[in-house]
């Protein structure tokens, strides 16, 4: 693999649900280790496209190359273990299970599994382990409590700890810091700069505009599904059509 | 001296649900008891028995497997109203093998038990994607369909079915084989659930995608489980053959779809104890309704309808419930 070809490429990727063209003709490349932040209005196509890289949505028309190979349409299931984990808007936990037995579902996938070599070794202790890295305090035993009984910013980052132990190259953040205080949020951009060390690609979908700006490479806009600005943070937002877009969601 | 009382099993859980952590032998028979008394009662006590409550208990037994077979899909969430397709499969299957190639029960039954497994698992697969009530119409229709198809095309002996098969060597060998398969399926389904790989099982009962997320091919691991179902259940029907020296159209009959479903419930879904525990109490209580002659179905629903509102969460849950409120005299300093 060549240095210079992206670790993703999306061609013309479209989706309609029954009419609404959720996503219409987005194109874009992502270098290794690049943070990518995607941003607009709500409905404006984000999480399908998340769900159409990922593969949980089949696309209508484009192609997805992911290290040059063609991953269009392929099952969530493979689209990971190639090593793309992604997190969902709405939190998704086990609610009737302790927070730390939530990470034993990835920890069981056939990517672990190969990055260890055949061996899993001790699953508990490595996601208490991954439970620490994302801030859940050892001593105070919320790593043990029900995934129910966690509140929102837990919630977040058990969200975040699942797609962490997959041990993908890039991962796919969807909303992860609505719903949050800026103590919180505080708190978790630690963890994604520490990714970023560790040479992670990263794509944050964000409504919190400024926290994004202070950690994305690059931001891209969407509006009705389409591609409407790409490029630094401080251009993108003086672009007419974004600060329309942005202005017409609002009033 | 002051005391207080406390939970028996509050020693235990805050170490460890280990035996090697228990303290004392009291904690041990306090976790032993519950899973001893199936063994003890099935294996020893009920031998003892007439040879006609034997012979009910052993179609106990049968239903009480296609019991915990539904418990098994029902755990990653495929409603199943047709558990006679395992046992008519798994009926066919070991019929065939004795009628047209002569093998004797001790080599039908294991093969009926995997090949029934595989080719219910096979009839179920395009369908596994669809969830609750679509997936459940599918398993109520097939039985039907398949009984038709016998009866059009004569295939399998036809109406008439394959008779004249061998039955098991001795009665108590049958009865010894029922009962230990029912121990076996009993304990290693609760095993196999507690265990890392049931955490998938249910969490793709709870949140498919989320485990889609993990990177777990849900449809893998939902066609493992519908065989290790349909295997059960057709294991069933094999030894349910042999039994009848029997297999034909009333092996795809809706009293083995019913009659687990209820087991389950009336027990208490989700545990395989429950459907277990659920079919000892239902299909004796059946039989001894029998002498009521034509009311019996109406005793049979009433009695079932007042278990379902009494204890809506199942008998198994609420003496689990009950046993871990046992409670001990202990001495406070
Ligand atoms: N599964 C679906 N079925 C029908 N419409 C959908 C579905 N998913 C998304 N949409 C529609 O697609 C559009 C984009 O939604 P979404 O991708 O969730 O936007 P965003 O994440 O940017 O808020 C919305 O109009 C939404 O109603
Ligand atoms: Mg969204």
Known sequence: MSSETPLLQVKDLSKSFGGVMAVASVSFDLKRGELLGIIGPNGSGKTTLVNLITGFVKSDTGRILYEGRDITGWPPYKVVDLGIARTFQMVRPFYQLPAFKNLIVPLCSPRVKKLAGGRYGDRDAVALDLLEEVGFERDAFVSYKLAGALPQGYLKRLELAKSMALRPDLFILDELFSGLSLAEVAGIVPIIEKMRIQGKTIIMIEHRLKELFRIADRVMVLNYGVKIAEGQAQEVMEDEAVKKAYLGSEG | ?333
Request: charged fraction near 15%.
């Open chain 2, 1 to 333: 001296m002051k005391k207080r009382k406390e939970r028996i099993d509050r020693g235990i859980k805050a170490r460890s649900e280990d035996v090697f952590a228990l303290s004392s032998f009291r904690e041990m028979l306090y976790l032993l008891a519950p899973r001893a008394l199936p063994v003890l009662g099935l294996l020893v006590f009920a031998p003892l028995l007439g040879a006609y409550w034997r012979e009910i208990l052993m179609s106990t037994a049968i239903y009480a497997l296609l019991a915990m077979s539904w418990d098994m899909l029902v755990s990653v969430g495929l409603i199943s109203l047709g558990q006679s397709l395992f046992y008519g499969i798994g009926s066919y299957v070991a019929g065939s093998l004795n009628h047209y190639l002569s093998w004797p029960p001790i080599l039908t039954i294991p093969a009926a038990t995997v090949l029934g497994g595989l080719i219910c698992t096979l009839f179920l697969l395009p369908v596994v994607r669809l969830r609750g009530i679509y997936f459940a119409m599918v398993t109520l229709v097939l039985p039907l369909m398949l009984l038709r198809l016998v009866e059009a095309t004569r295939i399998l002996g036809g109406t008439e079915g394959l008779t004249g098969l061998d039955p098991f060597p001795g009665q108590l060998t049958a009865w010894y084989v029922l009962q230990a398969a029912v121990l076996v399926t009993l304990f290693g389904f609760r095993r196999l659930m507690g265990s890392d790989y049931g955490l998938i099982i249910k969490g793709i009962d709870d949140s498919d995608r989320s485990v889609m997320s993990a990177g777990i091919n849900i449809h893998w691991y939902k066609a493992q489980v519908l065989f290790l179902g349909a295997s059960v259940g057709s294991f069933a029907g094999a030894c349910g053959t042999h039994l009848d020296m029997f297999a034909g159209m009333p092996g795809f009959a809706l009293d083995y779809s019913i009659m687990p479903i209820a087991a389950a419930v009336v027990g208490g879904a989700g545990t395989f104890a429950g459907p277990l525990l659920g079919a000892f109490i239902l299909v004796p209580l059946s039989e001894i309704l029998r002498a009521l002659g034509a009311l019996r179905i109406v005793f049979y629903g009433v009695f079932l309808v007042i278990f379902v509102v009494v204890l809506p969460e199942g008998i198994f849950h609420y003496c689990r419930r009950k046993y871990h409120q046992i409670e001990r005299w202990v001495e406070v300093e």
